[in-house]
């Protein structure tokens, strides 16, 4: 039972490029939640989807970020035109359900690098 | 004010010491409330989640104060597998339906022979 995947596992980009972050959530899992953890920081929540939905994207900068949650594949998040301060690890979770004391379950993350 | 606050350590302890970590929390809207360990450079995954009567799993055990707005966190008998960083983490649902989860920055242990 594989659980919540995540790739790339790294990423380079030099900056203006642009970088697509891949999340598969856990078999059953309809919702979707990435975060991004800066260097010494701790995560924040970015965005929340679920199938073809943006649910909540308050934690997501309004510019060059977006996000989504197709009916078939994986969610993406994509950055445009990269900059050193995107250099972070961004992790994606899943769970089967929302509501207090949902699990979420995280994948191993992708760590961005921006030259 | 940050949304969750921890001492991010480090806490250096021998092994079979007992040691305590706290977490304040300013949202008093605040529904759910866990501890996630973090390893280095990995993913956090869920620990225990503490619930208002507080519990125990094994050598670990959880208390929550929703009037003081403080969590704690006990581990007995520590063992060097426990090194890693501790995050305190509260949840509440948004309007959106949403419960996005809130991490503290973490306190680091490091467990020594």
């Known amino acids: 039972n594989a659980g919540v995947m995540q790739n790339p596992r790294h990423l380079v980009r030099r900056r203006g490029q642009e970088a697509r972050l891949r999340c598969s959530p856990m078999?059953?899992?309809?919702?979707v939640y990435w975060y991004r953890q800066l260097p010494e920081e701790g995560l924040k929540f970015m965005v929340y989807?679920?199938?073809?939905?943006?649910?909540?994207e308050s934690g997501m900068p309004k510019e060059r970020f977006s996000a989504e949650f197709p009916k078939e594949g994986p969610s993406i998040l994509r950055i445009q035109q990269v900059v050193r301060g995107d250099s972070a690890a961004y992790f994606c979770?899943?769970?089967?359900?929302?509501?207090?004391?949902?699990?979420?379950?995280f994948g191993p993350g992708t760590r961005l690098t921006v030259l | 004010r940050k949304e969750v606050e921890q001492d991010p350590g480090p806490f250096n302890v021998p092994e079979g010491a007992t040691v305590a970590f706290n977490c304040t929390y300013s949202n008093s809207a605040s529904q759910s409330f866990f501890w996630y360990r973090q390893d280095c450079r990995k993913e956090p995954k869920l620990l225990m989640s503490?619930?208002?009567s507080g519990n125990e799993d094994g050598r670990f055990t959880a208390q929550l104060n929703r009037a003081s707005q403080y969590i704690s966190l006990l581990i007995r008998d520590s063992k060097l597998s426990d090194s890693a960083t501790y995050l305190c983490?509260?949840?509440?649902?948004?309007?959106?339906?949403?419960?996005?989860?809130?991490f503290g920055k973490g306190t680091r242990l490091s467990v020594i022979a």
């Open positions: 503490v619930y208002s």
């Open positions: 979770a899943s769970s089967a359900t929302t509501g207090t004391y949902n699990e979420q379950f």
């Open positions: 989807l679920q199938k073809e939905n943006i649910i909540d």
């Open positions: 078999k059953g899992h309809s919702h």
């Open positions: 983490v509260v949840s509440y649902t948004r309007n959106s339906g949403n419960t996005p989860l809130v």
